[in-house]
T-cell receptor, first 116, second 116 residues
Framework: AQKVTQAQTEISVVEKEDVTLDCVYE???????LFWYKQPPSGELVFLIR??????QNEISGRYSWNFQKSTSSFNFTITASQVVDSAVYFC?????????????FGKGTKLTVNP | DTEVTQTPKHLVMGMTNKKSLKCEQH?????MYWYKQKAKKPPELMFV???????INESVPSRFSPECPNSSLLNLHLHALQPEDSALYLC???????????????FGDGTRLSIL
């Protein structure tokens, strides 16, 4: 079965620090998809990135960057120069197919607090 | 603002009440999802609708009854709920059903449900 592990339960940083959120996954599929979602206190899950298993190129989007390494089954997320607005719970997720539909398996989440 | 709209945002109901949660999207998405999220836990999939047909039911108790009357609307009918059903209920949609659709799930703000 698919599994996603986010070992960091909570992280607290001071504004402008860089922070990396770890994600390790387990799957037997050769083709799979990994995601990061952000959940602010308001509750909505905000999609950040989707990466397929054949694309190991790292990605950068503004202050966000993602490091995908199949060799270590990791998909880590770095926020550069963190801001208070980055405070949220961040979920890493892995998709699996079930009944012709996509099912997301989420990690337990990492709560990030950025202090001014 | 999210493009997936959920109503109501908050709901308090007794164990004998019947109520419904509503989810609407006008992005032309053909897959819709219900998730349940307890406090400090990740979202857990409940149901998936693919082209208005139920494709995944994650062994959800029958006191939760989903309905997809058209491609834009998803309902969750509630009856005889238990206190442990108190949670945030999230709706999501994606453009094309299926594991390899290459489209992320977009989430609504959720309905915070409290059972007295």
């Amino acid at each position: 079965a698919q599994k996603v592990t986010q070992a960091q339960t909570e992280i607290s940083v001071v504004e402008k620090e860089d922070v990396t959120l770890d994600c390790v996954y387990e799957t037997r599929d050769t083709t799979y998809y990994l995601f990061w979602y952000k959940q602010p206190p308001s509750g909505e899950l905000v999609f950040l990135i989707r990466r397929n298993s054949f694309d190991e190129q790292n990605e950068i989007s503004g202050r966000y960057s993602w490091n995908f390494q199949k060799s270590t089954s990791s998909f880590n997320f770095t926020i550069t120069a963190s801001q208070v607005v980055d405070s949220a719970v961040y979920f890493c997720a892995l998709s699996e197919e079930q009944g012709g539909s996509e099912k997301l398996v989420f990690g337990k989440g990492t709560k990030l607090t950025v202090n001014p | 603002d999210t493009e997936v709209t959920q109503t109501p945002k908050h709901l308090v109901m007794g164990m004998t009440n019947k109520k419904s949660l509503k989810c609407e999207q006008h992005m032309g998405h053909r897959a819709m999802y219900w998730y349940k999220q307890k406090a400090k836990k990740p979202p857990e999939l409940m149901f998936v609708y693919s082209y208005e047909k139920l494709s995944i039911n994650e062994s959800v108790p029958s006191r939760f009854s989903p309905e997809c009357p058209n491609s834009s609307l998803l309902n969750l009918h509630l009856h005889a709920l238990q206190p442990e059903d108190s949670a945030l209920y999230l709706c999501a949609s994606s453009q094309v059903p299926g594991h390899f659709s290459n489209q992320p799930q977009h989430f609504g703000d959720g309905t915070r449900l409290s059972i007295l």
